[in-house]
Structures are given as structure tokens and as C-alpha cells.
């Protein structure tokens, strides 16, 4: 069979069926309409449902400036340090050998499997006045549970994976090799890490962040338990928004829905714009 045969019948089983193939990218695009593009678009719909001035009024109320405020700071302070987590323990299990590295592993896991609302509840039994560490909290006026450091921690707790599982396999792939060349010339542990181990991470490092971010910017279930639901003081916005539904206020709580939307938007537009940046970078960089 000559080379020209072989790379006819190459080229032919990656078209495949041409009637399959179109069936399966309708599908997808069904599939996406169905249940991404028409959940938005209601959204937005039921936001300005009556009118700009209304959507305005619910968006500045103080209870949902509060929220977004809150919401804000939680991410401002769990995504930094999942980010100095995930890239810490990637940098371990991909470069070293040590006992209970599996558990590790497995452990960086369990926020997927273990319920928000459980991990809510842990944190409750842990700082919560009748819990383990309640009475000392208490005698040193310090207060977690229903109060802003409890809403942080529950969105540590829910978005400690993101990071780390982007990065392990990454690092995993790309050996170390290239820091064990840049050891032997000399680098320092920070040289190696900044100009060896973090252009070859980077993509993988951006598009963890981003998930950990709208993961965080998200999370109902454990910062719900947590939080206490004190209006204008432990609502973020999901919150806020479940508040408002069940009150019968529909608009504002679309409203509202439509704030979390948006951040979402911005966070997508900041990781094209980041990779568009980089990819520059990288290019000048080769010409060089």
C-alpha cells in the first residue's frame, strides 16, 4: 500500500461519516442551546423584564452591594492561596518520592466528593459555638462560624482542587529534567521555578485559576451552612439571589443573577486576554 493510499484512508477516517458527523455536531449545538444558551438568555430576559430602572434599583440596593462585596473578598482571599496550595503540592508529587503521596493525591480530591453542605456542616461542628473549638472562640472573642472567616474557609474548602489537579498532570508529563539542567547550572530554587518550571505551567496554571475562581464565585451549598444567611453582613450573591427568589421578588433576584453572569463573562474575557498576551509574549520571545 503506497504512502498516498495511506494517508487518503488517514484523512477519511478522520472525516468520517459525513451524515454521523453533522448529526453529532447538531447535537452539540442542541445540546448547548438547550441547556447553556437559553438558561442565559431567560436570565437576562427576567432581569429586564420591567425595565432598566428597575434592574439598576435591584442591583444598587445596599443588601446587594453588600453581597457583591462579600462575595469579592472570599475570592480575593481563597483563590491566592489555592493558587500558592496547587502549585506546592504539584511541585511535590510530580518531583518527589515521598510516603503518602498517593494519600495526598487523594486528599486534594476530596472536595469533589464530599457535599458542600457536609463541608458546611464539618465547620459548624468545628467553630460553631457548641462545637469542638466553640468555648475557646468564644473566651477570646473570636467568631467563624457566621461571620466572614467562616464563608472564606467553606470556599478554600470547595475549590482546593482546581489548581493542583491542572498542574499535577502537567508536571507529571514534563518530568524534571529541565530543573535538574537549570540545578546543575547553577540556578537558584526561584530561578528554577520562574524561568524554568512556570513557562512550561502556565497555561495549565491560568486555566486552573480561572475555574477556581468561578467555582468560588459560585459556591452555595457549604458558604449557605456557614454563613447564617444575615442579610447585608454573610450573603454573598448566591445567596442573595435565593433570598430574593423565595421573597417572590423574581426580578431582582434575576437581577442579581445577572451580576454573577457577568463577573463570569469578565472572567472568560481575562483568561482569552491573558492567553492572547502570553502567546505575544512567547512569539517575541522565539524571534528573538
Known sequence: MTSATLTANA???RRGNPLARRLL???????FALFLLLPLLVVLSEAFKQ???????????PDAISALKLTLTAVAIAVP???VFGVSAAWCVSKYEFTGKSLLVTLIDLPFSVSPVIAGLIYVLLFGAQGYFGQWLSDHDIQIVFAIPGIVLATIFVTVPFVARELIPLMQEQGTQEEEAARLLGANGWQMFW???LPNIKWGLIYGVVLCTARAMGEFGAVSVVSGHIRGLTNTLPLHVEILYNEYNHVAAFSVASLLLAL???I???KQWSEARL?????????E
Open 81 to 83: 492561596l489555592n493558587l
Open 11 to 13: 484523512n477519511s477516517a
Open 195 to 197: 524561568h524554568v518550571t
Open 25 to 31: 455536531i447538531a447535537g452539540a449545538w442542541l445540546v
Open 264 to 266: 463570569a463573562l469578565i
Open 51 to 61: 425595565g432598566v430602572g428597575t434592574f439598576f434599583t435591584a442591583i444598587l440596593e
Open 268 to 270: 472568560l474575557l481575562l
Open 279 to 287: 502567546s505575544r509574549l512567547k512569539s517575541n520571545a522565539d524571534e
